[in-house]
C-alpha cells in the first residue's frame, strides 16, 4: 500500500543551524513524484520543493533541499541556517500514477526553531 | 501570494445551516482538490476534480456537495452538518493529476467550527 512515514512528530533546532526533516515512503509505482509542505500556524500550505522520482539530481530550492535516496525510498528534506519563521508542521506527500489522482501526506513534523 | 484564494477563512455554523465555501485559482491549472484537516489527524482527501470532472470521492458523507463549474472554481457546499465537521479545509490545485506533477499549490484554508 501507499504510505509516507515521517518518524519525527517534533523536532527542535537551534537559529542558524542545519536540520533534516526524515520521509520515508512505499510505493511500487515507477513514477511518482515528492513534495515538502510547510503549514504554519495560520493554516496555510506552502509548497517548498519537489522531487521526481526519474529526477537524477537531488532538488535545491534556496534554503531547502530534498536528499533523495531512491533505493532506500527516502526523501529527507534538509534546511539549512534555520531561522525563526521556520518553526511550522512539515508535510512529506507523494503523488502517484494509479492512486486515485491524489496525493498522500504523511503525519508530519512540528519544526521548533530555537532562539 | 500563492494564486489559490479560498473565502471565507473562518466559517462558524450551526448544525442546521447551509453554507459553502470557495476556492478560486487563475493558475491555469486542470486538476483542484478538497481536502480536511481535522486536529490529531492526518490530511484526508474529500474530492478531486480534473477538467472540472469529478474524479475521486473517497466516501464523503453527502452533507458536503462539491461543485466544479469552471476549472477555475471549486465550491464546497455544506448543509446540515456535525460537530465532528470542524476542522480546516484545504483547497489545492495542480496543472493535472498524477506524478507528472512538479507542482501543486494550496490555498490557505477555512477554518470551520460546527456549533
Known amino acids: 500500500a501507499q504510505k509516507i512515514t515521517q518518524t519525527q512528530p517534533g523536532m527542535f533546532v537551534q537559529e542558524k543551524e542545519a536540520v533534516t526533516l526524515d520521509c520515508t515512503y512505499d510505493?511500487?509505482?515507477?513514477?511518482?513524484?515528492l513534495f515538502w509542505y510547510k503549514q504554519p500556524s495560520s493554516g496555510e500550505m506552502i509548497f517548498l520543493i519537489y522531487?521526481?522520482?526519474?529526477?537524477?539530481q537531488n532538488a535545491t530550492e534556496g534554503r531547502y533541499s530534498l536528499n533523495f535516496q531512491k533505493a532506500r525510498k527516502s526523501a529527507n528534506l534538509v534546511i539549512s541556517a534555520s531561522q525563526l519563521g521556520d518553526s511550522a508542521m512539515y508535510f512529506c506527500a507523494m503523488i502517484l500514477d494509479n492512486y486515485g489522482q491524489n496525493f498522500v501526506f504523511g503525519p508530519g513534523t512540528r519544526l521548533s526553531v530555537l532562539p | 501570494e500563492t494564486g489559490v484564494t479560498q473565502t471565507p477563512r473562518h466559517l462558524v455554523m450551526g448544525m442546521t445551516n447551509k453554507k459553502s465555501l470557495k476556492c478560486e485559482q487563475h493558475l491555469g491549472h486542470n486538476a483542484m482538490y478538497w481536502y480536511k484537516q481535522s486536529a490529531k489527524k492526518p490530511l484526508e482527501l474529500m474530492f478531486v476534480?480534473?477538467?472540472?470532472?469529478?474524479?475521486e470521492n473517497n466516501s464523503v458523507p453527502s452533507r458536503f456537495s462539491p461543485e466544479c463549474p469552471n476549472s477555475s472554481h471549486l465550491f464546497l457546499h455544506l448543509h446540515t452538518l456535525q460537530p465532528e465537521d470542524s476542522a480546516l479545509y484545504l483547497c489545492a490545485s495542480s496543472q493535472d493529476t498524477g506524478p507528472t506533477n512538479t507542482e501543486a499549490f494550496f490555498g490557505q484554508g477555512t477554518r470551520l467550527t460546527v456549533v
Open positions: 510505493t511500487s509505482d515507477p513514477s511518482y513524484g
Open positions: 522531487q521526481g522520482s526519474y529526477d537524477q
Open positions: 476534480y480534473s477538467l472540472e470532472e469529478r474524479v
